[in-house]
């Protein structure tokens, strides 16, 4: 899964910016000056058509800003989870792995499974 390199975005933008001011560089995007504030602060994500005008004056491709995903909802949700939580959930990420792969097994016809 891809998310957003906020970070990159951000310097990106800053530096497309320069010298120059906010509220000048928000008209030359078409954006009020406290949006441009947040999206340089990294608080507020830019919408597509956002991007898109960003990207079309850097030279920029859109997905240059998506980069593979290095967390999933799982590994994030363990991060706020008691240790023994944290084993209940890895035995049955381990159980559904297991289950998973019998049940590969039954469609190639190797094993029936119940």
Request: charged share 30%; hydrophobic share 35%; proline share 2%.
């Amino acid at each position: 899964m891809k998310e957003f390199n906020v970070k990159k975005f951000c310097e990106d933008l800053i530096t497309l910016r320069g010298k120059e001011s906010q509220v000048t560089f928000a008209e030359k995007l078409d954006i009020k000056r406290p949006t441009l504030s947040l999206l340089e602060n990294g608080k507020q994500m830019p919408t597509i058509d956002i991007l898109s005008r960003i990207c079309s004056l850097t030279g920029k491709s859109t997905d240059e800003y998506f980069v593979d995903s290095t967390t999933d909802a799982l590994i994030y949700l363990m991060g706020s989870l008691n240790a023994s939580d944290k084993t209940k959930i890895e035995e049955m990420a381990e159980r559904i792995a297991i289950k998973e792969k019998y049940e590969l097994l039954a469609r190639r016809g190797s094993y029936v499974v119940n």
